[in-house]
């Protein structure tokens, strides 16, 4: 139940997770049937799953999740397998671990990921519709009080339907924000002034939608504000699964400001993955990763005891 609690409390702070939960055990293991964790952005695990071999490819299945916003049942089996030969198994990911005890977990990893946020400034009639159709399609649609409250970080659209209230200071700071979709509710007339007003770059005003929202033929402030969000979703990047195979820097160097993926409300970085050099499983690289230094370099391990075999003797395995 604390488990749960604590899940709860991520969604409230909008922190993105997976939910992994043992659904078969297949003995011996030391995990049973109902065994919950959760794995954070930063590959933090809370709960439990397994031993540290276990816990090791949770980690890493759930952090490329994350990536994605999709969820998949995880088997980790002891046997040498390359993928899961069982027919209709769409969805299942098999892993061979070598290091389990002779047991077979299945887990399922729900990626929970926070609604996108639509965040509107303005009293007129077009703000109020907007937040009620985002809340309707399942986003989550918030109209801010004044010029004053700040955007949050993880907003995925800025919308100002302010008419000429503290329009240009908002403008500037979604867009110096690095908010995925900035628009503005006005005439093309209006909303040409108003971009040449803005001490932007060409570039930087490009990003401004103004006026705001599709041509569809929009008259009253609820067609208006559907308008908007679709051009929302028409706007945002399509993501696709990473393949399984990537191999990510352990230190990426990002160039510019950070890029705002919806519907993550943050942009989960690519898993960075180091190979065990004993048993030749993928780690995830994270803080809280089994590791061990030598001659100056960090080597990563699934388990205690891949990293007790590499201590003993490095240059069997280097």
Known sequence: MNLLTRADELREGRTPFVLATVVRAERPTSAKAGDRALVLPDGTIEGFVGGTCAESTVRLQGLRLLETGESALLRITPDDVTGDDRPGAEGLLTVANPCLSG????????AMIPAP???VYGEAPVARALADVATAVGWAGFRAPDAQTPIPLDAGAVVVASHGRDEVEILIAAVKAGIPYVALVASRKRAAAVLAELPL??????????????????????EIALSVLAEVVASRPRQTAPPPDRQAPEQPTPQGPPRRLLPLIEPVPAVAVAKDLVCDMDVAVVPDALQYEHQGTKYYFCGSGCRRAFADNPARYL
């Not at 047991?103 to 729900?110: A, D, N, R, S, Y």
């Not at 770059?201 to 609820?222: N, S």
Request: cysteine-free; overall charge negative.
């Open 103 to 110: 047991g077979t977990l299945e887990i399922f990893l729900e």
């Open 201 to 222: 770059t060409d570039a930087e005003k490009a990003r401004i939608h103004a006026p705001a929202g599709l041509d569809i033929g929009a008259r009253t402030a609820p």
């Open 117 to 119: 946020l639509v965040f």
